[in-house]
């Protein structure tokens, strides 16, 4: 892996205090660290003018044009001025001078570098030779220079053995003395980048997360520090790995947590270890104090409803919670409870399944006997309540079935 910081703090000399770099800074999605490699100390390639040789190598590809492809009819220039000189020594000779051509007396040669009226056959094919000799040498200069950029473009690319691709941005939004932090994360399995926010998780687009991290939005934030990720991950040579980074998700992150965590150190191993162990815990206690604020506020808003309700006769029969209120039984609002807590975790959870460690357990015990106004007698049923309940639960079903 590769981090880079980003200088975003300076120290300002006219204010002599810390101000924050707020420029748009860009940087590339993958990089190559080839140039940097020692087995490439003797490579000579100019790494600054790379970006530009590809703009230079078109432009003289539409300079020689001008040269090898001249006027309407896309004439080698060279192969004119040639022929043109073997006309004048040969031809010319034989038959009527230039100057019998044109109908005004007068013969006009001239050249794209300009040669001058010329009258005389042997002047005027020396000025050409001249000319000729010019575009000659014009022509492969030119040649040579696109020869050597392309040559140092093809260098580059082999260059390519090295890659690093972006895998997350830590941002900060605020001023040197506070703010906020947050963080752009690429899932590679899934193509996506999504933004973590304390405990808001949303995906959002590629151009946008650019957008934002460079600093161009209207209130900017700045990324501040960034993580690559080696292509090639040198996971164990004898697993069935997926080695590429954009399809490390098949591996699993457990066994990529296994594998890289045997490569710690035995103190940092046990930190990592105590520093995911409190992240678990806090991200638990989290989950269990917002379930359990949800599970207090349904549990008085579905009581009101049940007392209402069974004013109306008939009415007792909608629910077993509501069957138990109308006989008055002191289990009514575990039931209640009960059910609640099931609703919320979609049948995958319910307070006989809760062991009295658990952080939800706790959290239910000290949330519903001091803030609950009819709490619950007990989180945890006895056997004797057990079975009555079971004997309550067959009495609903066939009074139910009865009506």
Not at 280 to 294: F, L, N, P, Q
Request: aromatic fraction near 8%; include cysteine; glycine fraction near 4%.
């Amino acid at each position: 892996m590769l981090f880079v910081q980003l200088q975003r703090v300076v120290f300002d000399k006219a204010t002599r205090k810390a101000k924050k770099l707020l420029n748009p800074l860009s940087f590339d999605k993958t990089i190559y660290l080839d140039r940097f490699m020692y087995e490439n100390k003797g490579a000579k390639i100019d790494w600054d003018e790379i970006p530009k040789y590809v703009k230079r190598i078109e432009q003289l590809k539409e300079g020689l044009q001008k040269y090898l492809a001249f006027g309407k009819d896309k004439l080698d220039l060279r192969k004119a001025l040639r022929s043109s000189i073997d006309f004048i020594r040969t031809q010319g000779k034989d038959e009527a001078t230039l100057v019998d051509v044109y109908d005004e007396g007068t013969a006009v040669m001239c050249d794209p570098r300009g040669i001058s009226v010329i009258q005389d056959e042997e002047a005027t094919a020396k000025a050409l030779e001249q000319s000729l000799a010019a575009v000659e040498q014009q022509v492969a200069m030119m040649e040579k220079k696109l020869a050597d950029y392309t040559a140092a473009l093809a260098r580059a690319e082999t260059m390519k053995r090295y890659r690093y691709d972006l895998h997350t941005i830590l941002m900060h939004s605020g001023g040197v003395n506070s703010g906020h932090y947050y963080s752009f994360v690429f899932d590679a399995g899934k193509k996506v980048w999504r933004k973590y926010n304390d405990e808001e998780v949303a995906e959002v687009q590629e151009k946008d997360v650019f957008r934002e991290a460079i600093g161009e939005c209207k209130h900017p934030a700045t990324a501040y520090f960034l993580v690559y990720v080696a292509q090639e991950m040198g996971l164990p040579a004898d697993r069935d790995f997926a080695l590429s980074a954009s399809r490390l998700v098949r591996v699993g992150s457990r066994e990529i947590i296994k594998y890289y965590t045997t490569l710690l150190p035995a103190e940092l191993k046990r930190e990592v270890c105590e520093d995911n162990l409190r992240l678990d815990i806090e991200i638990i206690e989290r989950m269990s104090g917002s379930m359990c604020s949800t599970a207090l506020e349904r549990y008085n808003e579905n009581h009101a409803i049940i007392m209402e309700k069974n004013k109306t006769k008939g009415n007792e029969l909608r629910s077993f919670a509501a069957y138990l209120e109308s006989l008055q039984n002191p289990l009514y609002r575990y039931v209640l409870l009960d059910t609640i807590i099931s609703d919320l975790n979609e049948g995958g959870l319910n307070l006989e399944l809760l062991d009295e460690t658990d952080a939800l357990y706790k959290a239910l015990n000290e949330t519903f006997m001091k803030q609950c106004p009819l709490p619950p007698a007990s989180l945890r049923l006895q056997p004797a309540e057990k079975a009555a309940l079971i004997a309550l639960e067959a009495g609903y079903k066939k009074a139910s079935r009865r009506q």
